[in-house]
């Protein structure tokens, strides 16, 4: 099956569930096609944790759901070991880790030591514990949400796990005729509850495949590397983008080609995908608050100030 139609099945099927928010659920799937991870930052109630579950009920996968909350261990994400009377020796006893797709619900509700339990696997698709090394299983994929807007009994989220998110996205509240379709819809029963799969683990693992081949040119590394660099030199940001954003920024415009049904990237592309990829690992300083600018402007001042190239 050709990915396009793939994407479509996948992106339509979601759709069931979120009304209204095509671009959202397409960032996700391009999240997914490029092996990345996704923070869904939103207010209560506008469909973070139903989308993520919808997404996962759209493949045909392992899938784990994990409410983070104080008490929360490494251990619950994980694993651990027990000892058997039986065998007389310590056994592994996997966590929810294990799974294709993890949705991480409320992810700033937890502790930083547990929520640094997912920095291994988000990188590096295994987890270590007592000393031994497990992969986990492909496709891999952390949907994570949280609140923005809370100030109590929330941890803030540390660098290097904002920087492991390939994107940031948001939904927001949907427009008057999108909010009354949604109550007719969820009136009986929510959709979610019926929604089967509509690709399987092969489909994504092709599509992610697919991804990889779509041609780059060096003009456009060129591009993306420019970009990051523009963040890191402004005057309003104390910590600029790495350079694993260039990396991921990149794939995720190959991914976004794919998804136009392009076998090559379009400075557009970098241009489309900068925001979502850059804005949540840019540490903005004190001068920026004084004068009000957000990530948001820094990645528009980098955009304003970086050559576009041409063919």
Excluded at 243 to 258: D, M, T, V
């Amino acid at each position: 099956m050709a990915a396009e139609n793939v994407i479509n099945k996948i992106i339509n099927n979601v759709e069931k569930v979120i009304i209204g928010k095509r671009y959202a659920i397409e960032l996700s799937v391009v999240s997914l096609l490029c092996r990345g991870h996704v923070l869904i930052e939103d207010v209560p109630g506008t469909g973070k944790t139903s989308m993520a579950a919808a997404l996962a009920k759209s493949l045909n996968c392992s899938f784990q759901r994990i409410q983070f909350t104080p008490d929360i261990m490494p251990s619950d994400v994980v694993g651990f070991s027990v000892f058997s009377p039986k065998t007389q020796e310590f056994e592994y006893r996997r966590g929810v880790i294990f799974s294709n797709i993890l949705l991480v619900d409320e992810i700033n509700r937890t502790s930083p030591k547990t929520q640094s339990s997912l920095l291994e696997a988000m990188e590096e698709k295994q987890v270590s514990v007592d000393g031994v090394t497990y992969k986990l299983a492909e496709p891999f994929m952390v949907l994570a949400t949280q609140n923005p807007v809370e100030n109590f009994g929330v941890y803030p989220l540390p660098e290097a796990q904002m920087d492991r998110f390939l994107m940031r996205i948001s939904l927001g509240y949907p427009n008057f005729q999108e909010e009354s379709s949604m109550i007719t819809r969820f009136n009986a029963k929510s959709p979610l509850a019926s929604l089967t799969p509509v690709a399987e683990i092969a489909d994504v693992v092709g599509m992610q495949n697919a991804v990889e081949k779509i041609y780059v040119d060096e003009k456009i590394n060129n591009y993306v590397v420019a970009l990051v660099t523009h963040t890191r030199k402004n005057e309003f940001v104390a910590l600029g983008a790495s350079p694993r954003a260039s990396i991921n920024l990149c794939k995720a415009a190959q991914a976004w080609a794919l998804c136009q049904q392009r076998n090559y990237v379009l400075p557009d592309d970098v241009i489309k995908m900068s925001h979502h990829v850059l804005a949540h690992r840019i540490m903005l300083n004190q001068e920026s608050r004084l004068k009000k600018i957000t990530q948001g402007s820094v990645i528009e001042m980098a955009l304003n100030g970086t050559k576009v190239p041409s063919a």
